[in-house]
């Protein structure tokens, strides 16, 4: 509402001008000047929606995430095809452990196990927030850490590694 009025106001005195001055000159710098003003205020300004991420003394990227509101320790990790929930992370954040099938074939750097395929209402990651992140959990034990792989990381608008950090870029 108050770019409409501003906008109201920069015609209003563009209008006073012309009618002052009456010379074509200042008619077209008038012109100019409510013209890119007018863009200006009309253009959406984009929420900028990153994360940064300091690197680890391990190497690795460590973070606190928020699933389905339950706050959860994650670690990158760009070679998971999916995000991967420990058991007892799963059973923190409410999820229906005991409905789920442990089906899908898994390597892992403990070796070889099963996990199962589920649906995470809400992930987010500091302002970066995705709904329906498919998932996978392993059973009790399996695990130590949860992984944030590509079926959260290729939803966003870019991420980058830097030398001491990682930058996580969402759409705005």
Do not use: C
């Amino acid at each position: 509402m108050s770019r409409l009025l501003l906008v109201l106001a920069v015609l209003v005195a563009t209008a006073g001008a012309v009618v002052a001055y009456g010379d074509p000159r200042q008619i077209a710098r008038a012109e100019s000047v409510v013209s890119s003003t007018f863009s200006e205020l009309l253009r959406p300004s984009p929420a900028v929606r990153s994360v940064q991420i300091s690197r680890g003394q391990g190497g690795e990227f460590a973070l606190q995430a928020k699933i389905n509101g339950v706050v959860a320790p994650m670690v990158i990790d760009t070679g998971a095809t999916s995000v991967v929930l420990t058991y007892e992370t799963a059973k923190a954040a409410g999820l229906p452990l005991e409905v789920l099938e442990y089906d899908v074939d898994l390597e892992t750097a403990s070796g070889h196990t099963k996990a199962a395929r589920l649906t995470l209402d809400r992930l987010a990651i500091g302002k970066l927030v995705e709904r329906s992140v498919p998932a996978l959990v392993v059973p009790h034990g399996q695990m130590k850490t949860n992984l944030l792989g590509m079926s959260f990381l290729d939803r966003l608008e870019s991420w980058e590694v830097r030398p001491d950090s990682l930058m996580l870029r969402g759409y705005p």
